[in-house]
């Protein structure tokens, strides 16, 4: 039976976080004794632990099916790789940085200057796409100490919370590009491998839309249904049960979370009582 090979970064943050997708999917996975490859107990799936440097690479050479990765990574090496769903998890950015002390104005202050990064082919589009001549220093690891040491003036470097910045006296100038962890797909992939990948994705989505939502319950005056119903952003229709108490009836509904505060203040305001929000665990359309 054909078995999905799926890559994930070895350890670190995306690491947990791909792990507990999966998890969330159903799919178990024992990896014990930090094995760099592992088979799911319960799903046609292969997962092989890799430095999330390599993987683009097996993607391209068909040595895995699929990879959940940072699409920062992608740009860099593999901007032909198919991505087929962005997972809302990982989110960073690729940044130029400068010592606190550099007078920053605009790009056109760094032409001529020494850049250190782990992402050459980024910088030097980006620059070059701005008409900014940069003389490149290519390093792998400890990128924020290299204006400290004197080895460039500034930096691209990934940034998440800036704290990294902050401790090696650097700010943020510029921002290359927003990153998030992606469901990318081979251009190798066989047949047989892309249908098991199909199910996989569809459970992804499942679980995306799951922590995009909230399952929420009130109690509303009947003749407040009409107008609750028109305020809440339902998948089709509430679910509205009659109460033991006469002239009142619960109402059931599923409400996005960007837009959850505004709905709540206005169902509030339109005449619904305890109401209860609970977290979904699965939502399938």
């Not at 797909?185 to 249908?195: D, L, N, T």
């Amino acid at each position: 039976m054909k078995t999905l090979k799926i890559a994930i970064q070895k350890s670190g943050r995306l690491n947990e976080d791909s792990l507990k997708i999966l998890k969330d999917c159903g799919i178990s996975i024992n990896n014990g004794n930090d094995q760099l490859k592992a088979e799911a107990t319960n799903f046609s799936l292969e997962v092989l632990f890799l430095r999330n440097s390599d993987i683009p690479q097996y993607l391209i050479d068909g040595v895995v099916d699929a990879a959940i990765v940072g699409d920062n990574l992608l740009v860099e090496k593999g901007n032909t790789i198919q991505i087929i769903e962005k997972l809302g998890f990982s989110k960073c950015k690729v940044s130029v940085a400068v010592p606190k002390t550099f007078e920053y104005n605009s790009i056109q202050d760094l032409n001529g200057l020494r850049i250190a990064t782990s992402y050459p082919n980024t910088v030097l589009n980006y620059f070059n796409d701005r008409n900014v001549t940069v003389d490149l220093h290519q390093i792998s690891g400890s990128v924020e100490i290299a204006p400290s040491i004197g080895l460039a003036d500034a930096i691209v470097d990934i940034v998440s919370s800036g704290s990294t910045l902050f401790k090696n006296n650097l700010k943020e100038v510029e921002v290359i590009l927003k990153s998030e962890a992606v469901l990318a797909v081979s251009p190798k992939i066989s047949f047989e491998a892309k249908v098991i990948l199909d199910k996989l994705q569809f459970r992804i989505q499942s679980v995306l839309k799951a922590r995009k939502s909230k399952y929420v319950l009130m109690n509303v005056p009947n003749d407040k249904i009409e107008l609750i119903s028109q305020i809440l952003p339902v998948l089709k229709s509430p679910t509205v049960m009659p109460l033991a108490e006469e002239g009142w009836s619960s109402v059931h509904s599923v409400i996005n979370e960007d837009q959850f505060w505004e709905v709540i203040d206005q169902l509030k305001e339109a005449g619904a009582e305890g109401i209860l929000v609970c977290p979904i665990e699965k939502m399938v359309l």
